[in-house]
């Protein structure tokens, strides 16, 4: 792990509440692929709800927002297989659907990432930039703290209406 990947991780097991993992987690992936905005998802049956967000300009990306997953051949295949997956709108032919979110947007590159927990795919991790593609390295990046996240999901105590 490269420094800004261990201080990432270490921000994440600090945290105490999944309010704050959230927080902490968006503002952690963004810097440590030097991205724009990150937004996580949380996914509930066959929707993916975002509930946390973060935009180094300020920007929002509709918090609390849903998406059908299987209306994303792609976001859903990355949720399947627990691996992240690359998208720009700088290559040849991307996902049209996918493109469309980018476009409106006003982003050309996603990088998403699988946030895992015990029981399957607890949600998605959505990292944008502007001119560049996400590459090998950037997804090499966001595996420890993907990997913190679950780890540090799995011992937070449950909320009080879920117990």
Request: overall charge negative.
């Amino acid at each position: 792990m490269d420094e800004r990947q261990r201080r990432a991780v270490e921000a994440l097991q600090n945290e105490t509440t999944l309010p704050g993992m959230l927080h902490t987690t968006t503002r952690q992936l963004v810097e440590v692929v030097d991205g724009l905005a990150c937004a996580i998802s949380r996914v509930v049956g066959d929707v993916l709800i975002q509930v946390a967000e973060y935009a180094r300009d300020g920007r929002t990306l509709v918090l609390g927002h849903g998406y059908l997953i299987s209306d994303f051949p792609l976001t859903d295949e990355a949720l399947r297989r627990g691996r992240p997956h690359c998208l720009s709108l700088l290559d040849p032919d991307p996902d049209p659907r996918e493109a469309t979110l980018l476009s409106e947007l006003g982003l050309d590159s996603l990088l998403m990432i699988p946030l895992p927990s015990p029981a399957g795919p607890w949600g998605l991790a959505e990292i944008y930039v502007n001119g560049r593609r996400f590459d090998a390295d950037d997804v090499a990046r966001v595996g420890p703290i993907a990997a913190a996240f679950g780890e540090r999901l799995a011992v937070l105590p449950a909320p009080a209406s879920a117990r």
